[in-house]
């Protein structure tokens, strides 16, 4: 860069003039120099962070782990009118004229009833060697068969050993030896903003490798009670469901379970369930088929600034109890409407929403510290977690109706207030029956409640589901069922 400077004629003719003039150069030069050095100095100091940072290197993480990820694909079947040539779930209005007549002329012919298969796509990861694989409730929820791939094109035929839909978290098994692993970390160590990595198969494209960071911890969902998700922004699309989130150091910190979107597609949010909470589900489903959650008792709701302030609190923060069930740890304990559960066993409740994560993951029989505001003073209950039963209200102001196919019938939990209705006291409702199917022969009809299965009380659906689990094959087993409130015994025969 080179500077000059034009001094006036008449200046330059003064001899007391000319020696300040070459003075002012050297200065100038003087100064481009330093402002050079500053400008490269700068140059170094602006970019060299940028340069310096290592981004991820994610080739070594998916080397190392991928080999354990599997694709989860599921059969099923449902049953078609026999003899019909129209093609199912098509609206003729919307048929161009030629296939409407083409289709209006073919004879009806006689045909057996036959079954339309339909393939579902998930993925999943290996636990074990010894071919314990974990996947989502939902990739296979009323499958008829379960294939597992791995990688190295392996495939093998799964065994549905659980599934617990409140989680959203089911438990495989395949018969194989030496199957690689993947290392399990602390999702309560995670921080938003770390970097993650989810490997599945969306759409059906095995071993696809997606990336972001955690972009909030104990998300909160609606009707997801009992999970304080993890919401990133790594792409996640039907298919990856089930697949392991990572962190960097190649441990698994979640399970990717959800996305939100409104157009079935990834949107920039995605939502894993932490993988301490997959281990406590986990380890209940493989020693007893179903999982047991803590339960409190309480109908609660949201804070806020209104009422903070009624309450003499400096924010909006913690539960407010609206009612206490009759009967009710809660009750047991002194809770009483009204109060603001702010801790439960010394943690914070930043809203209500994280009340039923924290009471559904402690153990049945634990006793629980639980600090209240009561008309502006706070106190310290202690409180004794029973076990959740399906139809117990949940914790919150919302209902989760959580169905399951079961012998041909779909059931569904029912709350306290609709048994009462009924003059029950337990039971859970079956929701629909399949024309055909083993409840349907037994004479199980749409809208009875399930009161008693083969001498035992059903409480709840993964009770239920867990009686016919336990009942032996090929024999007859007594079903009390209640019909438009009246009793009724029937004999069910067990495939």
Not at 101 to 119: H, V, W
Not at 178 to 196: A, F
Not at 365 to 393: C, N, Y
């Amino acid at each position: 860069m080179t500077v000059s400077f034009k001094v006036p004629e008449s200046r330059v003719q003064s001899s007391h003039i000319v020696a300040p003039s070459a003075m002012v150069r050297r200065v100038f030069r003087r100064l481009i120099v330093k402002v050079y050095i500053c400008l490269f100095l700068t140059g170094i100091t602006v970019i060299s962070p940028v340069k310096a940072i290592d981004l991820p290197d994610f080739k070594g993480l998916v080397a190392a782990n991928g080999k354990a990820v599997v694709k989860v694909t599921v059969s099923a079947r449902s049953e078609s009118p026999a003899g019909s040539n129209r093609l199912p779930n098509f609206n003729e209005d919307e048929m161009p004229e030629f296939l409407r007549r083409f289709f209006e002329e073919m004879p009806d012919l006689p045909q057996a009833p036959r079954g339309n298969e339909s393939a579902g796509f998930g993925s999943g990861f290996v636990l074990s060697e010894d071919g314990y694989i974990v996947t989502n409730a939902h990739v296979v929820r009323n499958a008829e068969s379960i294939q597992v791939g791995l990688p190295d094109r392996r495939e093998f035929d799964a065994e549905l050993i659980g599934a617990d839909d409140r989680t959203d978290v089911a438990v495989l098994k395949v018969e194989a030896t030496g199957l690689p692993t993947l290392t399990l970390g602390n999702s309560d160590k995670l921080k938003v903003g770390q970097w993650v990595l989810a490997i599945g198969s969306p759409f059906g494209f095995e071993y696809t490798a997606t990336q972001g960071i955690a972009s909030a911890l104990t998300r909160s969902l609606p009707n997801e009670n009992y999970v304080p998700f993890i919401q990133t922004d790594v792409a996640v699309n039907p298919g990856n469901s089930g697949g392991p989130l990572f962190d960097l150091d190649g441990n698994v910190i979640g399970v990717n379970s959800q996305i939100y979107s409104r157009s079935g597609g990834y949107m920039g949010l995605s939502f894993a369930i932490p993988i301490n909470l997959v281990q406590s589900v986990v380890r209940q489903l493989k020693t007893k088929g179903y999982v047991s959650r803590g339960w409190l008792g309480v109908v609660i709701q949201d804070v806020d600034q209104a009422l903070a302030d009624s309450f003499g609190l400096d924010k909006p923060a913690g539960a407010l109890v609206a009612q206490v069930t009759e009967g009710s740890p809660a009750a047991e304990a002194g809770i009483q409407a009204g109060d603001v559960i702010l801790e439960f066993n010394g943690n914070e409740l930043a809203n209500s929403s994280a009340l039923p994560p924290m009471v559904g993951n402690t153990e049945v029989g634990q006793t629980a510290d639980i600090e209240v505001l009561r008309k502006r003073t706070s106190m310290t209950l202690q409180v004794t977690i029973k076990e959740l039963d399906e139809g117990r209200p949940a914790g919150t102001t919302g209902e989760k109706e959580s169905n399951e196919n079961l012998l041909g019938m779909t059931v569904t939990p029912m709350s306290l207030e609709k048994l009462k209705e009924l003059g029950l006291t337990n039971g859970v409702k079956v929701a629909s029956v399949d024309s055909g199917g083993i409840a349907s022969s037994a004479g199980i009809s749409s809208g009875d409640v399930i009161i008693s299965f083969n001498q035992s009380d059903v409480t709840s659906v993964s009770q239920l589901a867990a009686l016919i689990k336990s009942a032996g094959s090929g024999q007859s087993v007594a079903v009390l069922v209640s019909r438009n409130k009246n009793p009724l015994f029937l004999a069910l025969a067990m495939p």
